[in-house]
């Protein structure tokens, strides 16, 4: 090891909600990069390859460098002014971060929102309305010998969750991995996730939800017709040896993705699979669990969750706080032309939203925090650049499995982090508004520090 390298050990990988925590890191301390990120999967490289420092503007205000003094003055003026201003992201920034704009968001009687609506929103109102059976990855590992994943390709999206948590590794009862291990993949075509499994189980597109009530009536020891099989694409043979299986396991886990929870029956697809782990906990131990993508989309359900009582989609305007999914949702207040202020954490919604969501950001003022260029910044009024977090900024983020994980970053940036721009913003905005926005007794988060 050179002068100018040092090696960060236990560090961690952000990229997704594995929040893979054994990374040895090989930094240059010179040009303020990670020239090796051994443990690494292939996207957790790129990650690390991805954000050494980059000269950008610390700030830019209608494309103009300005500095971050500046920018914040203008976030806060327009985030005060703001009749129906939105705050939407936070699943790629400490949790820290995110609990400033929670207390942002209910200063200014704001529409706070997260990724996890467009992902697993759905599974997110199904706990709600179902329960939850649940267990860490860490248990998954040693005590797991079914495992099914049911609408989610990890080979390419989680690659170390078949090798670190629940496919390939030797647990305390599950000594030989994969050889103690029935995997089982459920989705509706074949994908480089396909060859891990033992059984794969291809369901006809949109027919989920039916699939998992047979399978639930079948644990029940109802009768179920054979035509299920010209309705969903598998055989009722099929499903009864899955049950089985099932039933006479020691301990099952049922990993869901997106291919579940955005499909049609969103939320009801989701409390239909936690409704089959339920039913089986009659016969023997399973649990449920969503796989999630970014890399604090967890931490983004948990604080939101623990400052306003619901995951995302929750609205200040009356000064307490609302949840309703489909009314303050950001794609859905965006498309409805309701917002007239963005306030976007860590997140590029102009890249993926549909059309007239994006078309709106257009025509409001919208601040961004990011440390890289993105569709969102480049048609921000201000853009702040901000240090990455887990590589340049310490704090705490969730994993998948709801276990919270200390960051140890591994080089310094010149740019600030998420919560010192947002602790800005929140002053200035407390400021501005004199303490007079807030509608009496609703002090919640707006009093966190
Ligand atoms: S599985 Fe996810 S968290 Fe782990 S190294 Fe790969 S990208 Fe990073």
Excluded at 33 to 52: D, P, Q, T, Y
Excluded at 80 to 94: C, K, M, V
Excluded at 209 to 233: C, H, I, N, Q, Y
Excluded at 301 to 324: E, I, K, L, M
């Amino acid at each position: 090891m050179g002068e100018n390298t040092k090696i960060v050990a236990d560090a961690t990988c952000t990229f997704c909600g594995c929040v893979c925590d054994d990374m040895v890191l090989t930094v240059d301390l010179e040009h303020h990069r990670i020239i090796k990120s051994e443990n690494a999967c292939v996207l957790g490289k790129a990650w690390f390859k991805e954000h050494g420092i980059e000269e950008r503007p610390y700030a830019l205000i209608d494309g103009r460098e300005a500095t971050t003094e500046e920018a914040v003055e203008e976030a806060a003026q327009i985030l005060a002014e703001a009749r129906f201003p939105i705050i939407y992201g936070l699943s790629d920034t400490t949790c820290e971060a995110q609990r400033v704009a929670v207390a942002i968001a209910d200063m200014v009687g704001g529409n706070l929102d997260t990724t996890t609506s467009v992902c697993h929103g759905p599974s997110g109102i199904a706990f709600q309305g179902v329960g939850e059976s649940t267990a860490s990855l860490g248990e998954i590992k040693n005590r797991a010998d079914m495992v099914v994943f049911w609408g989610g390709n990890p080979a390419e999206a989680h690659p170390r969750l078949f090798t670190r948590y629940a496919v390939t590794p030797k647990g305390m009862y599950v000594p030989n991995g994969k050889k103690d291990r029935t995997i089982v993949l459920v989705d509706v075509r074949r994908t480089l996730s396909t060859p891990v499994a033992d059984i794969f189980v291809q369901v006809k597109p949109r027919s989920d939800f039916e699939v998992l009530w047979a399978l639930r009536a079948l644990v029940k020891g109802r009768k179920v017709d054979p035509s299920v099989e010209e309705r969903t694409g598998v055989s009722l043979a099929v499903l009864e040896d899955l049950v089985t299986r099932m039933k006479s396991c020691n301990f099952g886990a049922l990993l869901f993705g997106m291919g579940l929870t955005m499909n049609r029956g969103r939320h009801f697809n989701s409390g239909a699979l936690l409704a089959l782990a339920t039913d089986l906990n009659e016969f023997t131990h399973w649990v449920a669990k969503p796989v999630r993508g970014h890399g604090n989309v967890t931490g983004a359900d948990n604080v939101v969750s623990w400052q306003t009582g619901f995951p995302f989609g929750v609205n200040f305007a009356r000064g307490y706080p609302r949840f309703n999914p489909g009314e303050f949702t950001t794609v859905d207040v965006l498309a409805r032309g309701d917002a007239d202020a963005a306030l976007i954490i860590a997140s590029d919604p102009a890249s993926n939203f549909p059309k007239a969501a994006i078309e709106h950001l257009k025509r409001i003022p919208v601040i961004t925090l990011d440390p890289k260029a993105t569709h969102t910044s480049q048609l921000a009024r201000v853009a702040f650049t901000t240090a990455t977090y887990g590589i340049s900024v310490a704090g705490t983020v969730y994993r998948m499995d709801d276990v919270p994980i200390t960051l140890r970053p591994a080089f310094e940036s010149p740019y600030p982090s998420d919560e010192q721009i947002l602790t800005a913003i929140r002053e200035r905005v407390r400021d501005l508004l004199g303490g007079n926005r807030l509608p009496a007794g609703t002090p919640l988060a707006a009093t966190v520090s």
